[in-house]
């Protein structure tokens, strides 16, 4: 979470005494995409290629400890573009946690500040679209989170995030979540749960703000369901109600969803599927989505240091203000992480497409992304 894309782990370049390292990580990859603004005017559809190299440092404390961690961290990308040399970008990566993990109690806190170039990080695609730019976004991402255990098989789990994404073409959205679970271990490794999720959502536009309450009550099911199955779902009914009648359109009801499942009928073959229902916040005019999506891929281990990855994934999104947006996208990674290397390579190709209602015509937009990559820590 502290530092995304980094998959290596091994001994700090640094080491000072036995818990404090130093590792240094960097990562360069080469892209080509075929619409890099995510244009629906066949006119305007601009394809480039993309070079990002992005190096960094991550400072551990208690690195061979299990019961505390404290991590720091720092990346910066340098983004190249071929031809459309205007969207050049430097984004900043930083990020710490810290916690303590015991089995009576355990306590972490993290802070992370991202600047991304949504249209280039897949990992944060979201419905932002300009016709004719590309949407630069600030990540920034906070809070807590606990767990206090009552007897061995049971205990509650809290805390707290907040989270706020400022837009440089947008409304800035901010969301304030409080959940609280409580849990019983079925097995040492199965869990289960009832739990109340408080959320605030806010929209702030130029002139006036859109608020959101959400409430969502869920039970969970989380851990190795039998020997080839894991399973993560939450189950739940969840009311949202708004401060803006116009946008929102006052209360709204839904059942509210997560679960992904993974069944390994042999060592070398994983497969995963997923659903997922949940509300959301319109980033242009800060109306009210509710979000569906379904996945499914699968994963080949032809050894140790080689696996292949699929996965595709279909999204509806149904907006207070009557517009209805229906998705795709799906792709494949072949890595190699050699054995007992600070190195792994990878080479992936992903494939986006997007159909919405604007101003009474039915539009859409593609993209073809390549990738090849390599990752160094140390």
């Known amino acids: 979470m502290l530092l995304a894309g980094v998959s290596l782990y091994c001994a700090p370049m640094v080491s000072i005494g036995k818990h404090v390292g130093l590792h240094v990580e960097a990562d360069l990859e080469i892209k080509s995409l075929s619409n890099i603004t995510m244009a629906v005017d066949k006119d305007n559809v601009r394809g480039d290629v993309v070079f990002q190299f992005r190096p960094g440092l991550d400072f551990v404390l208690f690195e061979e400890s299990s019961r505390f961690e404290f991590a720091l961290g720092a990346k910066r990308s340098f983004i190249h573009f071929l031809e459309e040399t205007d969207f050049n970008d430097e984004p900043w990566d930083l990020g710490v946690q810290t916690g303590y993990n015991g089995d009576l109690f355990g306590v972490g806190v993290f802070w992370s500040n991202k600047e991304v170039l949504q249209n280039i990080d897949f990992e944060r695609n979201g419905n932002a679209r300009l016709e004719n730019d590309i949407v630069h976004s600030n990540l920034e991402n906070l809070g807590f989170k606990f767990h206090i255990a009552f007897s061995p098989k049971t205990g509650l789990r809290s805390g707290m995030t907040w989270n706020d994404t400022d837009y440089e073409s947008f409304n800035d959205l901010q969301s304030m979540t409080l959940p609280i679970d409580l849990f019983y271990k079925i097995t040492p490794k199965l869990d289960s749960s009832i739990g109340y ?47 803006n009648q116009v946008i929102a359109q006052g209360q709204a009801h839904s059942l509210a969803t997560n679960i992904q499942l993974k069944y390994m009928p042999t060592e070398k073959l994983h497969l995963n599927t997923g659903l997922f229902r949940d509300f959301s916040v319109g980033s242009k005019e800060g109306a009210s989505i509710e979000v569906t999506s379904a996945n499914a891929g699968f994963d080949i281990f032809f050894s140790e240091a080689v696996v292949l990855g699929t996965n595709i994934q279909v999204l509806h999104s149904k907006y207070s203000t009557g517009r209805k947006d229906l998705g795709a996208n799906g792709g494949v990674t072949l890595k190699v992480q050699p054995r007992r290397s600070h190195w792994d390579f990878r080479s992936s190709y992903r494939y986006d497409w997007n159909e919405f209602k604007a101003s009474g015509k039915t539009l859409d937009y593609k993209n073809h992304n390549f990738a090849l990559g390599t990752s160094y820590r140390y």
Do not use: I
């Open 197 to 243: 999720r408080y959320r605030m959502n806010r929209s702030l536009g130029v002139s006036e703000s859109t608020k959101y309450k959400d409430h969502y009550l869920n039970l969970s099911l989380l851990g190795h369901v039998t020997a080839k199955t894991d399973l993560q779902m939450v189950v739940g009914y969840q009311n949202r109600d708004s401060n």
